[in-house]
T-cell receptor, first 116, second 114 residues
Framework: DAGVTQSPTHLIKTRGQHVTLRCSPISGHKSVSWYQQVLGQGPQFIFQYYEKEERGRGNFPDRFSARQFPNYSSELNVNALLLGDSALYLC???????????????FGDGTRLSIL | QKEVEQNSGPLSVPEGAIASLNCTYSDRVSQSFFWYRQYSGKSPELIMSIYSNGDKEDGRFTAQLNKASQYVSLLIRDSQPSDSATYLCAVNALSGGGADGLTFGKGTHLIIQP
């Protein structure tokens, strides 16, 4: 079975531009989460979606937004890009998303975003 | 502010020995605990999950959880050079209207010396 797939794998943008990152979860998984990982740090939680509804949001500015589609795939949008947005953006899927988040999350290969 | 603390290392262990990785967390209501392995330039790979106090074994890996001490560890037996990677500890708490994602530590860089 296919794992979590993300596109594109690499992206180069300039400051002030907009970017859209895409994610397809593991078949049967209904929850998608997005994380940002900068070099030398652990992933930082951005959003979690379950059944097309936002279930959680991390400490990121409103320039970051996301949505989940009926087929459970997801997009992460970032507006007005800053140099500090350069990072590896990871998508993770899980079967569900309930209180306590017991379902393990499985990560895709990520999108490496570079801002010039 | 939920925090997860790990020694960044590097932790150097001879091949064949036991590698012991430790993690502490600040949120007492944390319910789910995960260990991920991340090779350089790659994404995190789930290797263990643990939800209740005690030990959980899976092959060469053993996760240990002590909620009273807010401590979780990962033991790797018979360490192999292919185990050399960064190990990330991740914690999830009960949803209380806030973020429901995983909180990660910075990771411990493990080096297995042949």
């Amino acid at each position: 079975d296919a794992g979590v797939t993300q596109s594109p794998t690499h992206l180069i943008k300039t400051r002030g531009q907009h970017v859209t990152l895409r994610c397809s979860p593991i078949s049967g998984h209904k929850s998608v989460s997005w994380y940002q990982q900068v070099l030398g740090q652990g992933p930082q939680f951005i959003f979690q979606y379950y059944e097309k509804e936002e279930r959680g949001r991390g400490n990121f500015p409103d320039r970051f937004s996301a949505r989940q589609f009926p087929n459970y795939s997801s997009e992460l949008n970032v507006n007005a890009l800053l140099l500090g947005d350069s990072a590896l953006y990871l998508c993770a899927s899980s079967l569900s998303a309930g209180p306590g988040g017991n379902q393990p999350q499985h990560f895709g290969d990520g999108t490496r975003l570079s801002i010039l | 502010q939920k925090e997860v603390e790990q020694n960044s290392g590097p932790l150097s262990v001879p091949e064949g020995a036991i590698a012991s990785l430790n993690c502490t967390y600040s949120d007492r209501v944390s319910q789910s605990f995960f260990w991920y392995r991340q090779y350089s330039g790659k994404s995190p790979e789930l290797i263990m999950s643990i939800y209740s106090n005690g030990d959980k074994e899976d092959g060469r890996f053993t996760a240990q959880l002590n909620k009273a001490s807010q401590y979780v560890s990962l033991l790797i037996r018979d360490s192999q050079p292919s185990d050399s990677a960064t190990y990330l500890c991740a914690v999830n708490a009960l949803s209380g209207g806030g973020a429901d994602g995983l909180t990660f530590g910075k990771g411990t860089h493990l080096i297995i010396q042949p």
